[in-house]
């Protein structure tokens, strides 16, 4: 009763796959699920009002002005100005890093002022 035998197979074969197929839809759904869980989280924090947090004017600094003065701020990138060589003030740091200035955004939505004072101390630091 070989044929038998080949049928048997076949529909074992065929479970198996229609198991596969089940896990692997509940898978992707699974991953989709989480994703739609994880988007207006998102949301949340770029609408909110500026964070709060406790992080370090470096930590910020890496976060946010690296991609144009550089790790060690005279990069330069899209004309931003050297910071080590800016004769700046404390105050006048701040005010450039809340409003702005040039193609330099303000960073007054991101950081609040506590934050920003602490960015503005990080590139005194600078040299
Ligand atoms: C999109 C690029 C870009 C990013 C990001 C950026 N900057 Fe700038 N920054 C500039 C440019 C360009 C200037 C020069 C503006 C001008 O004078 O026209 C500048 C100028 C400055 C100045 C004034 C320097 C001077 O002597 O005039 C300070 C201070 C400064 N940036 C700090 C920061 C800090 C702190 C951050 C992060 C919170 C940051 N920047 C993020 C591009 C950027």
Do not use: W
Request: aromatic share 6%; net charge positive; with cysteine.
């Amino acid at each position: 009763m070989a044929i038998f035998k080949i049928v048997e197979h076949q529909l074992v074969l065929m479970k198996m796959r229609k198991q596969i197929f089940i896990l692997s839809t509940f898978i992707l759904l699974m991953g989709i699920l989480s994703c739609g869980e994880k988007a207006p989280e998102k949301k949340t924090e770029s609408t909110t009002n500026p964070v709060s947090t406790n992080a370090t004017g470096e930590d910020n600094y890496k976060k946010f002005c690296v991609a144009c003065h550089g790790a060690d701020g005279d990069m330069g990138m899209a004309g931003a100005k050297s910071l080590p060589k800016s004769a700046l003030s404390q105050q006048e740091r701040e005010d450039i890093i809340s409003n702005g200035k040039g193609t330099m955004p303000g960073f007054n939505q991101k950081l609040d002022p506590e934050a920003i004072k602490k960015v503005a101390e990080y590139t005194l630091t600078l040299k």
